[in-house]
């Protein structure tokens, strides 16, 4: 009888816990179980103030999704492991910034996400986790440097705009010494074009009608009077 009382103790002192795998009994005071979620997690990585390769400071953000592919090495190999893995995106972004020029970290984000999404999951295999994907989120860079920018972008733009400018008057120059040339071999050419230019002068009723005189009339006309 006392056999019996004592096994029955013993059984009420054990948590029977069905699991799909199979039934597990957790001794009360001796073992303890953790739940792990085998789900994709995601969080954001706070921004970090990094100190880019050419000497910028920037302000720079992201989000980490990973999940869970072993749950024993999640909990053996590590105390916490979410934490784990936030503290370690944050000091992974950093550290791959920090190798970057103030252009490469504009342009080049998928690349730089990529490089950290490589070096996040060879960190975090022994923990039993997968990091499946990393985005750069924003680069948020100081108010003098985004005002200096701006200058530089407008000077390059002018300087490009006076390049086509000066391009356009020589090829308007040449344009006009080819059109000379044709009507110096034909003088009534020119007596069409001045009439054509009388026809367009009518056609916005101007008032005032100017005729222009030829420069050899004037040197006969000043040779005349000597």
């Not at 970290?105 to 039993?128: F, H, K, N, P, Y």
């Not at 986790?129 to 989120?137: D, G, L, M, P, Y």
């Not at 308007?172 to 044709?182: F, G, P, Q, T, Y």
């Amino acid at each position: 009888m006392c056999l019996v009382a004592d096994v029955r103790f013993l059984l009420s002192l054990m948590l029977l816990i069905s699991f799909p795998a199979g039934v597990y009994f957790i001794l009360p005071c001796i073992d303890n179980m953790i739940t792990v979620d085998m789900r994709t997690i995601s969080f954001d990585i706070p921004p970090q103030e990094i100190l880019t390769k050419d000497s910028v400071t920037v302000n720079v953000d992201g989000v980490v999704y990973y999940r869970v592919k072993n749950a024993i090495l999640s909990v053996a190999n590590v105390v916490y492991s979410d934490p784990a893995t936030r503290l370690l995106a944050q000091t992974t972004l950093r550290n791959v910034l920090g190798t970057k020029n103030l252009c490469q970290l504009l342009s080049d984000r998928e690349e730089i996400a990529r490089s950290m999404q490589v070096t996040l999951d060879d960190a975090t295999e022994e923990w039993g986790i997968k990091v499946e994907r990393v985005e750069i989120k924003d680069v948020k860079l100081p108010i003098l440097l985004q005002r200096a920018m701006a200058a530089e972008a407008e000077a390059s733009r002018e300087a490009r705009a006076k390049v086509i400018a000066a391009e356009g008057e020589m090829n308007a120059s040449r344009a006009l010494k080819e059109a000379a040339m044709v009507i110096t071999e034909s003088p009534a050419a020119l007596q069409l074009r001045y009439l054509q230019t009388l026809t367009t002068i009518a056609a916005e009723k101007n008032s005032t009608i100017v005729f222009p005189l030829p420069i050899d009339m004037l040197q006969a006309v000043m040779g005349i009077k000597r």
